[in-house]
């Protein structure tokens, strides 16, 4: 049986502070560079709301270090301190950096991590426990995107140089990370493929979405 006690893992979710002009530019035609900010705070708190529901324990990672977190993050910041969870600051220069040392450092707490972006409101809390459920199992977790990269990247082992030399934010994301997983020697599962918001055409899906 596996272990699915909330203490045998940890969900992290990876958030950008809401700043106009630098978060989700993408939709920034569609939606301006105001509509594009108030779109990237209600899918950071859709994620953190699907997250929370699983029962597992929630940290929540910012991009960077600020003096001063900018106004748009009050409703964020809010909701976490309420809901009393971890805020902490990524590490690392590329995506992949950030990510294998967040997992490495879970994991010195907890047997199983998962990190989810904060663009992913299709991660609900039933692929999330699959997600976990896998770990018992496998090195390695990943949640295919419908854009070739992934939603989530869950680990109970973590080895250097598992995450290097990927081309974030292209269509090779997920086959580069396949290869570099073989290559470290981890045993990886594939979860079905989910959805994330980039285009205005994903925002439109979102939005599409029953009211929980």
Same mark, same amino acid.
């Given at each position: ?9 940890v969900?992290?979710?990876?958030a950008?502070?809401?700043?106009q002009?630098? @978060?989700?530019?993408?939709l920034?035609p ?10 990237? @705070?209600?899918?950071?708190?859709a994620v953190?709301?699907?997250?929370? /529901?699983?029962?597992y324990?929630v ?6 270090e600020?003096e ?5 993050a009050?409703?964020?910041v809010r909701?976490?301190?309420? /809901?009393g ?5 990524q590490?690392g220069e590329?995506l992949g950096?950030r990510?294998?040392a /967040? ?11 998962v ?6 409101p299709?991660?609900d809390?039933?692929y999330v426990?699959h997600?976990?459920?896998?770990? /018992?199992?496998?090195?390695?977790v990943?949640?295919?995107?419908d854009?070739?990269?992934y ?5 109970s082992?973590?080895v250097p140089g598992?995450l290097?030399?990927?081309e ?8 580069q ?10 045993? @990886? ?7 994330? @918001? ?15």
């Open positions: 049986m596996p272990d699915s006690t909330p203490a045998s893992a969900l992290m979710q990876f950008k502070w809401p700043e002009g630098r @978060v989700k530019t993408r920034m569609a939606l301006g560079a105001a509509g594009a900010l108030r779109a990237h @705070v209600t899918l950071t708190l953190l709301d699907n997250l929370c /529901a699983t029962g324990p940290q929540f990672w910012w991009d960077r600020l001063r977190a900018p106004d748009e009050d409703i964020i909701n976490l301190e309420c /809901a969870l971890e805020q902490k600051v590490q590329t950096d990510m294998q /967040a997992l490495r450092e879970s994991l010195q707490h907890y047997s199983r991590a990190v989810i972006g904060s663009d992913c299709s991660v809390p039933q426990r997600a976990i459920d896998r770990l /018992a199992e496998f090195d390695v990943l949640g295919p995107s854009d070739g990269g939603v989530l990247i869950g680990a082992r973590v598992m290097d030399d990927i974030w934010g292209t269509e090779n994301v997920l086959i990370t396949l290869a570099r997983m073989e290559k470290s020697g981890l045993r @990886v599962s594939l979860l079905e493929p989910r959805w994330d @918001v980039d285009e205005p055409e994903d925002w439109a899906r979102f939005q599409r979405l029953p009211e929980a």
